[in-house]
């Protein structure tokens, strides 16, 4: 796959593309699937980018809509080309679908600011630490598969040491995410240091919010916002569940949780406050 071409990103602005599209022409997408004889729930997976779109797909969309401009037919086809190429994470077969479409986002986003309770977040996760986690939250999960998803969530890691990092990666915890033992106490040491050297860099902000704040909105539940460096790229509120995630990109949610956000990061202690923290949890695993 060439190394500017996300087919994740390039699936999500087609579909945004389509969607304009039918808004000027003032269809439903009810009306649209009844003109091409499939459900309406395909033509909304198209336009949300969650489902896989062919050239087909696009010209038939495009004759619905009466698209006449040649020059922006040929451009949609070619986004549909783009957006069916293979991310690295397609290697890894059994990665279930919604974690692929997270990755796809992941790769190409400028920034993320993130919120976890329960565990480090993924791009800062050692190894160990990593392993300790999937087979602690996936029980059922065979050794080798447990050892393919270590293997993403490494891989994931260029995004903070690749070639191509993160503009910024802001992360806020809850302290419990410092005081729950994953994996051993020697795991913990080395997780706990490595986040204190990653604190270090411009690009990394690490917050926590200590217990003694009390209630706070995050308790609501974790999430992430992915900003992208194209305009056209709206961004975007990630949810991980069990089963399935949830993306919401409207523009009310978005601000929504942007000041959710912006309330967390005024009730965790600051970036200085939060090292000394984290470096004293850290010896105690040493004791």
Request: aromatic letters at 6%; glycine letters at 6%; proline letters at 3%.
């Amino acid at each position: 796959m060439s190394a500017n071409i996300n087919p994740t990103v390039r699936r999500r602005r087609l579909g945004s593309e389509l969607r304009k599209l039918r808004d000027a022409a003032g269809m439903t997408a009810e009306e649209v699937a009844g003109r091409l004889m499939v459900s309406q729930s395909k033509i909304s997976r198209l336009e949300n980018g969650r489902r896989s779109i062919s050239q087909r797909d696009v010209r038939d969309l495009c004759d619905v809509y009466s698209v006449a401009d040649e020059a922006m037919r040929a451009s949609l086809m070619e986004m549909a080309r783009e957006s069916r190429q293979r991310g690295w994470w397609h290697d890894f077969n059994d990665m279930p679908t919604p974690y692929s479409v997270y990755i796809g986002l992941e790769a190409e986003a400028s920034s993320i600011r993130a919120y976890e309770s329960s565990f480090v977040p993924g791009l800062l996760q050692t190894e160990q630490y990593a392993q300790a986690v999937v087979e602690g939250t996936q029980p059922d999960t065979d050794a080798l598969s447990v050892q393919r998803r270590v293997q993403v969530r490494m891989k994931r890691q260029d995004r903070v040491n690749g070639e191509n990092p993160l503009g910024s990666l802001w992360t806020v915890i809850d302290e419990a995410v410092l005081r729950r033992e994953v994996g051993s106490t020697e795991v913990m040491a080395h997780q706990l240091k490595h986040m204190l050297e990653l604190s270090q860099r411009p690009n990394i902000t690490i917050q926590v919010i200590p217990f003694s704040h009390g209630a706070h909105p995050g308790m609501t539940g974790t999430f992430s916002l992915l900003e992208f460096p194209e305009s056209a790229d709206s961004t975007v509120v990630y949810f991980e569940g069990v089963t399935s995630d949830l993306y919401l990109e409207k523009e009310a949610d978005v601000r929504r949780y942007t000041s959710l956000y912006d309330h967390l990061r005024a009730a965790a202690l600051g970036v200085a406050e939060t090292r000394s923290l984290i470096a004293d949890i850290e010896e105690g695993y040493h004791r």
